[in-house]
């Protein structure tokens, strides 16, 4: 269910490292270095690279943190302000991206790189015994296909904006690449051009649809079959497919005992553990793994992002949430307290994002799936002791799942999909773009640039 650091053994013996700290080298060198048949020739080798595989995707530039906070900076509309003094997120958080950006460059050749360990992991499946092959491979289908969903939201216009068939999006690479020349190993995409946003959207729930049906219902501390019906969820609430993003949100929501809100919001926070609330969460140890929430919001570490009054307005008076913020340092000077715990897991998707995707699927489709919207938002109102509603709007539910998922990754894509605007930039500027990196448009020329750069 959820993923766990473990020692990249197998994965050293393939020449995996992953990048770290805010000026990591790029040149290090990947699994495609040393051809997999000399290093991986068991079942156990291949699950324990698919184990390597979900201890990458768990990077800093990726869900250990990057991926969260870039939407929260790039779909910023005034309610948090950035202090510190890297260039690189403050880049993200003016709008003012170079294509040099080694943040930027990092998420894209990271991401690539574990989405290549996927891809060996699924090139030897026939090596896996027959009893834990498709756990296997859905758990690699369940990365690859969460991962592109990812980076295409970052690198490419939105769903809404213009025509996805035609618009660039990323370029998939859905086999594992081998090379044993180092200077080569680092172009990530080879010479491929980007796929359109279309052909991009199409892979991703293909490789979540077959985790879905693949993964088990429980699967200890990895992807289970929820995990990819609540990314699903993700994706299809993206493209405007409301009836289907309800459907698989109560998929979640209907799956018995495994998941329940706890009755505490902050406890989903401040505790280290894994919750019941917890669907898919990246476990950090004392030994191993960052957690760049903690590092760029929390008070005991940098601290660098305020949040302004202005978020902190929308809170309506006795919401428990409120608590989670401590208010010392004055006006506009607010910290959230969401990830203080330095080795505390990051809740990557939790249960009350899946309540309130059902209640705006319903809503928005005219649909009857599981609970009214009314009883979903209810659900999570009275966790936070605020009073039941009588009637709901679209604007309740948008602005509850502001609130409710507040620095947890869903500013710019919420923004996005409901058009609206950053900074008085509309949703579909190019600003709200990453560039393609710049190291990637010099060793693959055919990688178009994104307008704008």
């Known amino acids: 269910m959820k993923k766990i ?27 495609n270095s040393i051809p997999a048949e000399n290093a991986i020739n068991t079942s156990t080798d291949v699950e324990a690279l698919l184990k390597g595989a979900y201890e990458l995707s768990g990077d800093q530039y990726l869900y250990g943190g990057g991926f969260q906070y870039y939407s929260d900076f790039l779909g910023d509309n005034g309610e948090i302000k950035f202090g510190g003094t890297y260039s690189q997120p403050r880049e993200i958080i003016n709008k003012r991206i170079l294509k040099d950006n080694s943040f930027v460059s990092f998420t894209w050749v990271n991401a690539y790189r574990t989405i290549n360990v996927a891809n060996t992991v699924l090139g030897n499946i026939s090596k896996v015994t027959a009893a834990n092959t498709n756990t296997v491979t859905g758990g690699a289908k369940f990365l690859r296909g969460s991962l592109y969903f990812d980076l295409v939201r970052l690198y490419a216009k939105a769903w809404n904006d213009g025509t996805p068939a035609t618009n660039p999006g990323v370029v998939l690479v859905l086999a594992p690449t081998n090379t044993a020349n180092p200077t080569t190993a680092l172009n990530v995409t080879g010479k491929a051009p980007r796929n359109s946003v279309a052909e991009v959207y199409i892979q991703v729930i293909k490789d979540l649809l077959d985790a879905e049906q693949l993964l088990p219902a429980s699967n200890g501390i990895f992807a289970n079959k929820y995990a990819a019906s609540a990314m699903l969820s993700r994706v299809y609430l993206q493209q405007g497919r409301y009836a289907e993003a309800a459907i698989e949100a109560d998929k979640v929501i209907q799956s018995g005992t495994l998941f329940s809100l706890v009755s505490s919001y902050a406890d989903e926070f401040l505790n280290k553990a894994n919750s019941s609330e917890d669907i898919y969460a990246i476990q950090l140890t004392t030994q191993s793994g960052t957690n760049d929430l903690n590092t760029f919001y929390s008070g005991n570490s940098r601290g660098d992002v305020a949040v302004l009054d202005t978020h902190l307005a929308l809170y309506e008076s006795g919401d428990d949430r409120l608590k989670l913020f401590n208010t010392s340092n004055g006006p506009d000077a607010a910290l959230t307290l969401k990830f203080d715990n330095i080795h505390g897991n990051i809740h990557l998707i939790r249960l009350a994002e899946m309540y309130l995707t059902r209640a705006e699927g319903n809503f928005r489709a005219g649909t009857s799936v599981g609970a009214t919207p009314l009883e979903d938002i209810n659900k999570v109102r009275i966790r936070v002791s605020l009073a039941p509603l009588t009637t709901v709007s679209l604007a309740t539910i948008l602005n509850e799942r502001h609130l409710e998922l507040a620095f947890e990754g869903f500013q710019l894509h919420d923004l996005k999909r409901n058009t609206g605007s950053a900074n008085s930039l509309p949703y579909d500027s190019p600003k709200l773009v990453f560039p393609i990196p710049q190291r990637e448009t010099d060793l693959n020329s055919n990688l178009a640039q994104n307008t704008g750069y």
């Open 5 to 31: 650091f473990h020692p990249l053994a197998l994965l050293g013996c393939l020449g995996i490292a992953t990048l770290s700290a805010c000026d990591k080298r790029l040149d290090v060198t990947p699994v």
